[in-house]
């Protein structure tokens, strides 16, 4: 309890703390959307970041060196998910990886049949449940940042899953507060999460990447992404869906979305 109440007036401090100037200015050059947020969530997303910043450690990889551009536009576009509502800053989340580009992963993998298949698989982002860590190729996270539009973004992703681990499991189903919630959201993505895997024949979606058929932890990180970065899509596509993950985040990201109006 204690130990509680002294991480939450540091968190409360930091996030009061004015931020150095510059990261203001990395994030208006690195991350378009911050600029299209109100003055009052632009302050409070770097709040965010600099908790963020300070309890999470970054580590470069294969030779990369690490600098605060890097640190800030990943840690921003984590803390979007964070924003306008308690949080807990990715709990189960100790160390961040980041690669400077895409990097090869050896691993089994069930395909199904009992049969699992060994490999290498490339990869630009992964986590697990009970990893502890999270480890992103920084040009994806660049272009992620870059694009807020097109509906990919490997940091989104890769966070929605940490989001999903807070409930204790890796079930596609973040924490929620109320039993209630718990079965709306069941009811609504159990729905969504068929009628994807139902399109697999076309490989197609008009919004949701095909990827997040594979299995309800996926489908919760692939809804993310487009939630974030094709939310007027979304919202006339699968308006049930929008309106699940819009109770969840507490955000509507159509009102500061750079994707075109249709």
Same mark, same amino acid.
């Given at each position: 309890m204690v130990f509680g109440l002294f991480?939450?007036?540091k968190r409360e401090r930091l996030r009061t703390e004015p931020p150095p100037r510059h990261w203001r200015?990395?994030?208006?050059?690195s991350l378009p959307l911050f600029n299209r947020l109100t003055a009052d969530d632009q302050t409070e997303l770097l709040g965010h970041i600099k908790v963020f910043i300070d309890e999470k450690h970054f580590e470069g990889c294969a030779g990369l060196e690490l600098n605060d551009e890097i640190r800030i536009t990943i840690a921003a576009q984590a803390c979007l998910l964070?924003?306008?509502? @308690? %949080?807990d800053y990715y709990p189960n989340l100790t160390s961040i990886l980041v690669y400077p580009s895409g990097y090869t992963a050896h691993e089994s993998r069930y395909i199904g049949g009992g049969l699992w298949e060994e490999g290498p698989e490339e990869r630009l982002g992964h986590t697990a449940h009970n990893l502890r860590a999270l480890v992103i190729a920084w040009d994806a996270a660049?272009?992620?940042?870059?694009?807020?539009a097109d509906g990919e973004n490997v940091v989104l992703h890769?966070?929605?899953?940490?989001? @999903?681990?807070?409930?204790?499991?890796? +079930? &596609?189903?973040? +924490?929620?507060?109320?039993?209630?919630?718990y079965e709306s959201w069941s009811r609504v993505m159990t729905r969504e999460f068929e009628r994807l895997r139902q399109s697999i024949p076309y490989d197609y @979606?008009?919004?949701? @990447?095909?990827? &997040?058929?594979?299995?309800? %932890?996926?489908f919760f990180a692939v809804a993310t992404e487009a939630f974030f970065e094709r939310p007027r899509a979304l919202k006339s596509r699968h308006p049930e869906l929008y309106d699940a993950l819009s109770g969840f985040f507490r955000q509507d990201p159509v009102t500061f979305s750079a994707e075109a109006e249709s």
């Open positions: 991480t939450n007036r200015k990395i994030l208006e050059a964070l924003m306008h509502r @308690d %949080t660049q272009h992620g940042a870059r694009n807020p890769e966070f929605a899953h940490q989001l @999903d681990f807070e409930n204790r499991s890796a +079930d &596609g189903t973040p +924490d929620l507060e109320t039993r209630a919630e @979606d008009a919004v949701l @990447d095909i990827y &997040g058929a594979q299995n309800p %932890t996926e």
